[in-house]
T-cell receptor
Framework: GAGVSQSPSNKVTEKGKDVELRCDPI?????LYWYRQSLGQGLEFLIY????????KSGLPSDRFSAERTGGSVSTLTIQRTQQEDSAVYLC????????????FGPGTRLTVL | KNQVEQSPQSLIILEGKNCTLQ??????????LRWYKQDTGRGPVSLTI?????NTKSNGRYTATLDADTKQSSLHITASQLSDSASYIC???????????FGAGTRLTVKP
């Protein structure tokens, strides 16, 4: 079946602009994760959605970052007033539910802030 | 200090050879440990997941081991192929499973 999809695949924006990144998880997966991978760095956890529970936002680096998950499916990660240090690959993953379940990753969105 | 340390940072081997990647962690209380393979420009792909009660798990030519007492895991790759060239990332979860700690990864290059 279809895997996790993300759009756009690449986004170039100017410093100070807002951007929205989209994630379509695998159908039926209740858990959705956002990660960030900066050049030469490891994966960094950003936010976790599980069903209708309040999301775990503990990984968001600043209040310029926010995410929504509508109808328990599609998720949007929004970065306001982008900064150059926001440049990274933003990865989304979903799993059947949280905990001990395989996370399936999307291809990522490469964000470049000029 | 990162709670998940991987070694070596990078590794170059010849096609057909075996190799072992290491992951040491201090995450506590431990819930599970995952190994991911990440090809350049792609999202990570799960190789294995292990809880504290599992000390070995295989996925084709990949075999992961876990020693929860010493807080060490290894990923052994047998008969390496060119397509094994990738970054291998160790991820350790605490009992609150949202709290995942990622290693920096080992960059493996398999040469013909």
């Amino acid at each position: 079946g279809a895997g996790v999809s993300q759009s756009p695949s690449n986004k170039v924006t100017e410093k100070g602009k807002d951007v929205e990144l989209r994630c379509d998880p695998i159908s039926g997966h209740t858990a959705l994760y956002w990660y960030r991978q900066s050049l030469g760095q490891g994966l960094e956890f950003l936010i976790y959605f599980q069903g209708n529970s309040a999301p775990d936002k503990s990984g968001l680096p600043s209040d310029r970052f926010s995410a929504e998950r509508t109808g328990g499916s599609v998720s949007t990660l929004t970065i306001q007033r982008t900064q150059q240090e926001d440049s990274a690959v933003y990865l989304c993953a979903s799993s059947l539910w949280g905990g001990y379940n395989t996370q399936y990753f999307g291809p990522g969105t490469r964000l470049t802030v000029l | 200090k990162n709670q998940v340390e991987q070694s070596p940072q990078s590794l170059i081997i010849l096609e057909g050879k075996n190799c072992t990647l290491q992951c040491n962690y201090t995450v506590s209380p431990f819930s599970n440990l995952r190994w991911y393979k990440q090809d350049t420009g792609r999202g990570p792909v799960s190789l294995t997941i292990m809880t504290f009660s599992e000390n070995t798990k295989s996925n084709g030519r990949y075999t992961a081991t876990l020693d929860a007492d010493t807080k060490q895991s290894s990923l052994h790759i047998t008969a390496s192929q060119l397509s094994d060239s990738a970054s291998y990332i160790c991820v350790v979860s605490a009992e609150n499973n949202n709290d995942m700690r990622f290693g920096a990864g080992t960059r493996l290059t398999v040469k013909p």
